[in-house]
């Protein structure tokens, strides 16, 4: 039994016994020393030794060999794979450098003509794919002004059916033929017919400053007490708000490109296949 354990059972004793036995000198010296035993402080990163570590994990505090073994890992392998790329960078150079000294072919070439090749097969299919699409647009447009002169056409013979005085006399479809180029649409063209010279000169010249043909028509039609010229069976003036958005003139060529909504595009395709038919 050591020292420490005969002075803990000798203690025991004198309790149970009611007294306490005197300790010893000596005990009490080795129960202190067992107590105050100093502990060496842990190593801190301020404390450590930096001067004389060789780099190793193991020189490392034993706690921190883990975490040294993984960082050094760690940076070995991204120093090596970025030697790996100088390397066969340099390589290459090397190569290069040879082969025009030598007077051999540029080792480039082969790798710019695959190149090439690629980018050339790429601009192909790009080249391609835009033939298709302007192909199936042009399908569509040829498609989409089939179904407008078609329209257009019945609208025309649906005009002609309404308006049959008109193309029965030689000199109002001439008449007719001229408001329809002096910028008239074929809703209001009917009521132009109607004016005198002098309204219908006053009409010409507010539907050319822009104002719509329904309210041309009425400042005509109010500026002289006789604007119409004859009353005809047939011949009615069509109710409406305004005209369409298209400005009132001569409709060009590109018209249709230029219309705003579909009742300005179908009264346009009217308008010219009613010049068809004359």
Do not use: C
């Not at 035993?37 to 505090?61: I, M, R, S």
Request: avoid cysteine; hydrophobic fraction near 35%.
């Amino acid at each position: 039994m050591s020292e420490t354990e005969a002075v803990a059972v000798e203690a025991e004793a004198s309790v149970d016994s009611g007294t306490v036995a005197p300790v010893s000198e000596e005990a009490a010296t080795v129960s202190s020393e067992a107590v105050e035993t100093p502990t060496e402080p842990d190593v801190t990163h301020e404390t450590f030794g930096w001067d004389g570590w060789d780099g190793n994990a193991e020189g490392l505090p034993e706690h921190m060999r883990g975490w040294g073994t993984r960082m050094s890992g760690h940076y070995k392998n991204h120093y090596e794979g970025e030697f790996d790329k100088y390397r066969a960078e340099t390589d290459r150079m090397r190569t290069i450098y040879e082969a025009l000294v030598t007077g051999a072919e540029d080792p480039r070439h082969d790798e710019l003509t695959g190149q090439l090749g690629a980018l050339q097969t790429k601009f192909d299919e790009l080249q391609s794919s835009s033939t298709t699409t302007h192909s199936e647009f042009e399908e569509y447009k040829q498609a989409v002004e089939k179904a407008l002169d078609e329209e257009a056409d019945r609208y025309a013979q649906w005009f002609e059916t309404q308006h049959p005085h008109i193309f029965a006399d030689k000199e109002l479809a001439t008449r007719f033929s001229q408001l329809l180029e002096n910028g008239w649409e074929l809703e209001h063209a009917p009521a132009a017919l109607e004016l005198s010279d002098t309204a219908l000169a006053a009409a010409q010249k507010a539907l050319n400053d822009g104002v719509p043909p329904s309210y041309a028509l009425r400042i005509a039609q109010n500026s002289s007490p006789q604007a119409k010229r004859q009353p005809r069976p047939g011949a009615k003036l069509v109710s409406g708000a305004t005209g369409s958005s298209v400005a009132p003139n001569q409709v060009p060529r590109d018209a249709l490109n230029e219309a705003k909504t579909l009742d300005d595009v179908r009264l346009i395709a009217a308008q010219r296949a009613m010049k068809r038919r004359r």
